[in-house]
């Protein structure tokens, strides 16, 4: 068992290492190590990254990027397309929600896929309930010459590109620390050690400490995690877009947008 449990390892490495091997499939070993291991946590880290993050799961630091909020329009004499609008131009209430941030909830398989869509170095991705705050906005304008057709963010390529990086570095440092932890007799990492490197290098909330690792002929120690908890990031937005909000953020917002679109026809 032994020799299955450590190619397993070698080869998650070896993904991890080369980036013409899919990251997908790198991150799928990772699942099949976690039940080995009978580790949740890396199992499950691992599941979340292939299948994308629910808007209740804790994101890695890595996962949220720099945004533009953009909108597409079109008056009487131009159609305009990109216009960047300001975070600061929303009412007070909304800017607790709609930042010039992203969170990058989507698989990994979903990342790529949006960068094999990227237009100029741009990949365009919807806005929470944003097609409701353009109808509602059209509706609100009443104005035959004046549409609003899309409000989303702007996310720079180059930002996914780092977000799929950061991704295989944490697999590699992963597998460093499986490796620290595991005594050279051991069949496999413990569930313990395999918990605690996934803690370390995701969430950042252990630090090194020694843990007893139990094996066929013995007890031995070894070096993983230390369980010494730093208070929790506060959560990002979740579910602004209920309809409630919805509504309130465009009465209160139309004359931004309607602006914009006054001015580009002046």
């Not at 980036?19 to 949740?40: M, N, P």
């Not at 780092?162 to 990492?189: N, Q």
Request: charged share 25%; hydrophobic share 40%; with cysteine.
């Amino acid at each position: 068992m032994r020799g299955r449990e450590i190619k397993l390892i070698d080869e998650i490495e070896r993904g991890a290492l080369d980036s013409g091997v899919s990251l997908a499939d790198t991150l799928r070993k990772c699942v099949a190590l976690g039940g080995q291991t009978r580790s949740a946590e890396l199992r499950d880290w691992a599941s979340r990254e292939l299948n994308g993050y629910g808007p209740d799961d804790e994101l890695p630091a890595w996962r949220t990027v720099a945004a533009q909020i953009l909108m597409d329009g079109m008056n009487a004499r131009y159609r305009v397309k990109r216009q960047q609008i300001s975070a600061f131009d929303l009412p007070d209430f909304a800017r607790e929600h709609v930042k010039e941030e992203v969170p990058l909830r989507g698989g990994v398989g979903e990342l790529e896929a949006a960068l094999r869509h990227a237009d100029g170095g741009l990949v365009c991705l919807g806005i929470p309930g944003g097609s409701t705050m353009v109808k509602y906005i059209n509706r609100k304008m009443n104005n035959p010459f004046q549409a609003v057709e899309r409000i989303y963010w702007g996310v720079s390529e180059a930002s996914i590109l780092g977000v799929l990086d950061r991704t295989r570095t944490a697999l590699t440092a992963l597998v460093a620390e499986l490796r620290d932890g595991m005594p050279d007799d051991a069949d496999k990492p413990s569930a313990e050690a395999a918990n605690q490197a996934v803690q370390f290098v995701v969430t950042g909330k252990r630090h090194r400490v020694t843990i007893n690792n139990a094996q066929a002929s013995g007890d031995a120690t070894s070096s993983v995690g230390q369980a010494q908890e730093q208070e929790p990031e506060p959560p990002g937005w979740k579910r602004w877009a209920r309809v409630s909000g919805i509504i309130a953020l465009i009465l209160t917002g139309i004359g931004t947008v309607a602006g914009v679109l006054q001015y580009l026809a002046g």
